[in-house]
């Protein structure tokens, strides 16, 4: 008799304590659960055992990227009744040696074990970044994390982001959502442009300049001199390529070298698009203050940077399980008022913060459509693990945006002149009454 599913659906329930909200398809090809929800399609008895060993969010990560997991029916749906049992409980969680004084969970734990077959420990996806150890954010390490991220093959980034090849948050002009997203990207470009007002033979150091989209644009628009710097070969190696089509050699140097080694300031301008996030924050002290030196005094910072929430105890923060071990090593958010604090530490004058979590939530949603249209060439190019943590991440992170629980913002500071010069007008933001 085929059963697993309505067990599996009881069980389930037993240990979490409040009903499954989303239906359940078994190995055996049982169903249960409420039959107009998302499907969780259990393929096999090992995703019980990697839950069993990794209960939590690291178990259920290995399990959707391994492929033992999968979603049929609206995935955001799914990722947003499923949050509610594994992301938004940890306030509240027991620890597991306190659950399992519970006779109730025993028996909850004691049927998966009989459900799951041999409880021996299946070995993590090949995608898991393991064995790292030492002090975190030096410059090898940080090399080897960003490498786990971008090189995993320029034509999978240009199905996910596009003809733009910007990854990172587009701007949406209002009131118009359905705008391309090749046109959201280019008029961040554009905004960025004109919150560091640059003009023609000025220096810009783009910091983690990715494919070259930043550098491109402030020398094509605005005839600015830029140098890029990244840590991934493979970005480089695309962004030269790029630069050199585009015509532009004489004015874009893309270089792979950590901004820490960066000796031939000082710039007029710097941009750092979606890369502070990998600083982490034992280091962004030193991150703001080598930034600042490479200013001269006038100059402006432009600081776009994924925030999240502050917590009551600052010293509880976790790194998101899924994340650190699938997507950013060693990345870290910080909430926006410690980044300024940071940056102001280190000697910057923080002129303006501009809030724009929607505009990511937007942004992310169009690269999850464009993962999918295009899934069977994206699963060959990356493989099907390292596809399946990309449709997870980037459909979860939308969803997190849109809740509030995480945010980004563009952060302009300046490196003021002794006698307190800023360089910037009297009323603020007179970016925005020049759109194109």
Same mark, same amino acid.
């Given at each position: 008799?085929?059963?697993?599913?309505?067990?599996?659906?009881?069980? %389930?329930?037993?240990?979490?304590?409040?009903?499954?909200?989303?239906?359940?398809?078994?190995?055996?090809?049982?169903?249960?659960?409420?039959?107009?929800?998302?499907?969780?399609?259990?393929?096999?008895?090992?995703?019980?055992?990697? %839950?069993?060993?990794?209960?939590?969010?690291?178990?259920?990560?290995?399990?959707?990227?391994?492929?033992?997991?999968?979603?049929?029916?609206?995935?955001?749906?799914?990722?947003?009744?499923?949050?509610?049992?594994?992301?938004?409980?940890?306030?509240?969680?027991?620890?597991?040696?306190?659950?399992?004084?519970?006779?109730?969970?025993?028996?909850?734990?004691?049927?998966?074990?009989?459900?799951?077959?041999?409880?021996?420990?299946?070995?993590?996806?090949?995608?898991?970044?393991?064995?790292?150890?030492?002090?975190?954010?030096?410059?090898?390490?940080?090399?080897?994390?960003?490498?786990?991220?971008?090189?995993?093959?320029?034509?999978?980034?240009?199905?996910?982001?596009?003809?733009?090849?910007?990854?990172?948050?587009?701007?949406?002009?209002?009131?118009?959502?359905?705008?391309?997203?090749?046109?959201?990207?280019?008029?961040?470009?554009?905004?960025?442009?004109?919150?560091?007002?640059?003009?023609?033979?000025?220096?810009?150091?783009?910091?983690?300049?990715?494919?070259?989209?930043?550098?491109?644009?402030?020398?094509?628009?605005?005839?600015?001199?830029?140098?890029?710097?990244?840590?991934?070969?493979?970005?480089?190696?695309?962004?030269?390529?790029?630069?050199?089509?585009?015509?532009?050699?004489?004015?874009?140097?893309?270089?792979?070298?950590?901004?820490?080694?960066?000796?031939?300031?000082?710039?007029?301008?710097?941009?750092?698009?979606?890369?502070?996030?990998?600083?982490?924050?034992?280091?962004?002290?030193?991150?703001?203050?080598?930034?600042?030196?490479?200013?001269?005094?006038?100059?402006?910072?432009?600081?776009?940077?994924?925030?999240?929430?502050?917590?009551?105890?600052?010293?509880?923060?976790?790194?998101?399980?899924?994340?650190?071990?699938?997507?950013?090593?060693?990345?870290?958010?910080?909430?926006?008022?410690?980044?300024?604090?940071?940056?102001?530490?280190?000697?910057?004058?923080?002129?303006?913060?501009?809030?724009?979590?929607?505009?990511?939530?937007?942004? %992310?949603?169009?690269?999850?459509?464009?993962?999918?249209?295009?899934?069977?060439?994206?699963?060959?190019?990356?493989?099907?693990?390292?596809?399946?943590?990309?449709? %997870?991440?980037?459909?979860?992170?939308?969803?997190?945006?849109?809740?509030?629980?995480?945010?980004?913002?563009?952060?302009?500071?300046?490196?003021?002149?002794?006698?307190?010069?800023?360089?910037?007008?009297?009323?603020?933001?007179?970016?925005?009454?020049?759109?194109?």
């Amino acid at each position: 008799m085929a059963d697993a599913a309505p067990r599996l659906q009881s069980l %389930l329930e037993q240990l979490l304590g409040v009903p499954l909200p989303v239906r359940v398809r078994a190995w055996d090809g049982s169903q249960a659960g409420p039959p107009n929800a998302p499907t969780l399609v259990v393929r096999n008895r090992r995703a019980l055992r990697r %839950l069993l060993w990794k209960p939590g969010e690291l178990g259920l990560a290995r399990a959707w990227v391994a492929g033992d997991l999968e979603i049929e029916g609206d995935l955001y749906a799914a990722l947003e009744l499923l949050s509610g049992l594994v992301w938004e409980r940890d306030d509240d969680a027991r620890t597991l040696t306190e659950a399992l004084r519970d006779p109730e969970v025993r028996a909850a734990v004691r049927g998966l074990v009989r459900l799951g077959g041999l409880p021996l420990p299946p070995a993590p996806p090949p995608e898991e970044v393991r064995g790292r150890r030492g002090v975190r954010h030096t410059r090898r390490s940080d090399k080897r994390a960003i490498s786990h991220h971008y090189d995993v093959g320029n034509d999978f980034y240009e199905l996910v982001l596009g003809p733009s090849m910007v990854y990172s948050c587009a701007y949406w002009r209002a009131p118009e959502p359905d705008g391309t997203l090749e046109e959201a990207q280019r008029d961040k470009l554009e905004l960025i442009s004109r919150k560091l007002d640059l003009t023609a033979g000025q220096r810009l150091l783009d910091v983690g300049c990715g494919w070259g989209s930043m550098a491109i644009h402030a020398a094509r628009e605005h005839g600015a001199r830029v140098v890029g710097v990244t840590l991934s070969q493979e970005q480089a190696a695309y962004a030269r390529k790029r630069v050199a089509d585009e015509g532009l050699t004489d004015r874009v140097e893309i270089r792979v070298q950590d901004y820490r080694d960066v000796d031939d300031g000082p710039f007029d301008a710097i941009s750092s698009i979606g890369m502070a996030e990998h600083v982490g924050a034992d280091r962004y002290l030193e991150y703001a203050t080598v930034l600042h030196a490479l200013l001269r005094p006038g100059g402006r910072l432009l600081n776009h940077q994924i925030a999240r929430r502050p917590q009551r105890d600052e010293t509880a923060y976790q790194v998101d399980a899924f994340i650190d071990a699938y997507v950013f090593p060693d990345g870290e958010l910080a909430p926006v008022g410690t980044t300024v604090t940071q940056l102001e530490r280190a000697g910057f004058e923080v002129r303006d913060v501009e809030a724009i979590r929607e505009h990511y939530a937007l942004t %992310l949603r169009r690269w999850v459509a464009n993962l999918e249209a295009h899934w069977p060439r994206a699963a060959q190019l990356a493989g099907p693990g390292r596809a399946r943590v990309w449709r %997870l991440y980037m459909a979860a992170s939308a969803l997190a945006f849109e809740r509030n629980r995480i945010g980004v913002n563009q952060v302009l500071a300046v490196r003021s002149t002794e006698s307190g010069v800023s360089g910037l007008p009297l009323r603020a933001r007179t970016w925005v009454t020049r759109q194109r």
